[in-house]
């Protein structure tokens, strides 16, 4: 048996199919934020200054003067680790202050931190799951990756409803019938589409049948509702929804994850979940920033604003350009190529070409033929940076070959300005007129 032949020929593999990822090697400024040096590979490694475009630090809090001042003073008064499980070690005092402020933001009894939301959802989905007697888990088809193992690893039924279909998941649920324990998994905004699930109706169905709610707000939390607690508290149904699950590390900027529940639910989690008692707490530092940014967005709305005003800015300037972007209600600009490998390629040159840095999202990520660019404008980004974005893209489009399209021009508000204005390129200053 050669071994390391099988790992080689496995990664050929990927490359064959145009699935092999590269990282850029990025040393972001957090004063300067989009901005970001960037380290190309081969002989010129000399760094060059480039605009992120794919950050998921959607509010850019990773910087942010409070965060990074909590970090600090965290890591001075405390040290660097955690020092163990907290089964083994106890409980840091950051971590009982984070799980607070979360409780309270979504309006539960308690929270419970882990190392990720990856690990959030392992965990959350296949302990609930598996400690209910016989249970049936209904899961939206587009579920995120670390749900679906989570699935898995409860070793319960499941059945799968389409994509926010509500008439199939009640056709779903009436045949599950009203005394078979039954959770519903869902996502309240998904990352690649952008668009938003019909939670209350969601919520009313988990009523009528009886079921329970599992909700990932990981696209959600920081940015949308009066407090930044997600689309449940935007649409007035946190109370309806029975777990609901976030992360630390996308819009609050830091790293980890959680679940907010009831108290008692909380509490089967945290003593039954391997995935919470066998691992090292989070650092104090990454606690403390994390609920720094909690804090700051309970009450700060300036962030969300800006943020859906770039949102907004991105998606008019690209499809008045005649660029295919998928229009949806959200943050998220997705840009359809529909072939991985014009996809790597303009990615490629948006990045050697104009200093531009937007990851190539290819399958598994997406479907096959839905190969795209996916944008995501921060509160950092100006109506300046948009227009660079603009001409750049189009001058990969016409370099590759990529189709234009007539499709209507994604609307502003009647108060917002239009970057397409600001373009240097007659053609699109036209498009703007
Ligand atoms: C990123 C992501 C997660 C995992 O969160 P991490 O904190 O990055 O581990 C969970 N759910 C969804 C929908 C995600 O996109």
Redesign the pocket.
Known sequence: MDYEAIFHQSVERLKMERRYRVFADLERDAARFPYAMWRPEGQDKTPREVVIWCSNDYLAMGGHPDVVKAVTKATQRHGAGAGGTRNISGTHHPIVDLEHELADLHGKEASLVFT????S?LAGISTIASLLPDCLILSDELN?N??IEGVRRSGCEKQVWRHNDVAHLEELLQQAGQERAKLIVF?SLY?MDGDIAPVAAIADLAAKYNAMTYI?E??AVGMYGARGAGICERDGVMDRIDVIEG?L??GFGNM??YIAASASIVDAVRSYAPSFIFTTALPPSVAAGAAAAVRHLKTSQGERDQHQKMARMTKHALSAAGLPVMDNPSHIVPLMVGDAEKCKQASDLLLERHGIYIQPINYPTVAIGTERLRITPTPRHTQAHVAELVEAVVDVWTTLGLPFTQASIIPLRRDEPAAVAQCTYPELKRAAE
Not at 116 to 119: A, E, L, P, Q, T
């Open positions: 990720s939301g990856w690990i959802n995120h670390s749900m996502e990352s990932d990981v696209h992360t590390a996308k980890g994850g």
